[in-house]
């Protein structure tokens, strides 16, 4: 039987902060989602000024890539020569969501919603990138 690793409340501490770090360095309001490795959330925020809608799309961005195992912006592309993918419920193709590895296993995913999705993205690889770290 394999052992892989979980993501901890305090990993969880570490994406959100380096995520809310990198938001106000760049000056954006975002919501900010972080969810296991089944899309089960752990933690949700949205930032002061953050836009009403962003909460659900930062979730479903995180729940995405944690499901997919890889990028939304992945799920984004395929949809431009796939449209019927669009019906697939509760996946967002949107770039904005990455999945979080440890150890070459997915731990869970983290969302952003609020800003131009390449900088959605950005922001959730500077949180990636502290759980790799921390």
Same mark, same amino acid.
């Given at each position: 039987?394999?052992?892989?690793?979980?993501? =901890?409340?305090?990993?969880?501490? #570490?994406?959100?902060? +380096?995520?809310?770090?990198? &938001?106000?360095?760049?000056? #954006? !309001?975002?919501?900010? %989602?972080?969810?296991?490795? +089944?899309?089960?959330?752990?933690?949700?925020?949205?930032?002061?000024? !953050?836009?009403?809608?962003?909460?659900?799309?930062?979730? +479903?961005? &995180?729940?995405?890539? &944690?499901? /997919? @195992? &890889?990028?939304? @912006?992945?799920? !984004?592309?395929?949809?431009?020569?796939? $449209?019927?993918? #669009?019906?697939?419920?509760?996946? /967002?193709?949107? *770039?904005?969501?990455? $999945? /979080? /590895?440890?150890?070459?296993?997915?731990?869970?995913?983290?969302?952003?919603?609020?800003?131009?999705?390449? *900088?959605? =993205?950005?922001? +959730? %690889? !500077?949180?990636?990138?502290?759980?790799?770290?921390?």
């Amino acid at each position: 039987m394999k052992t892989k690793p979980v993501v =901890e409340s305090s990993d969880v501490d #570490l994406v959100l902060n +380096a995520c809310r770090a990198e &938001a106000r360095r760049l000056g #954006l !309001a975002m919501s900010i %989602a972080i969810v296991d490795d +089944a899309g089960y959330p752990l933690r949700l925020e949205r930032m002061d000024g !953050a836009g009403i809608l962003t909460p659900s799309v930062a979730l +479903a961005k &995180a729940k995405t890539a &944690a499901i /997919m @195992r &890889a990028p939304t @912006r992945n799920l !984004a592309e395929r949809v431009r020569n796939e $449209p019927e993918l #669009l019906r697939l419920e509760d996946y /967002m193709p949107m *770039q904005g969501g990455l $999945p /979080m /590895m440890s150890g070459g296993y997915c731990v869970g995913g983290v969302g952003l919603s609020g800003a131009k999705p390449e *900088q959605d =993205e950005q922001i +959730a %690889a !500077a949180g990636c990138a502290a759980l790799l770290q921390g």
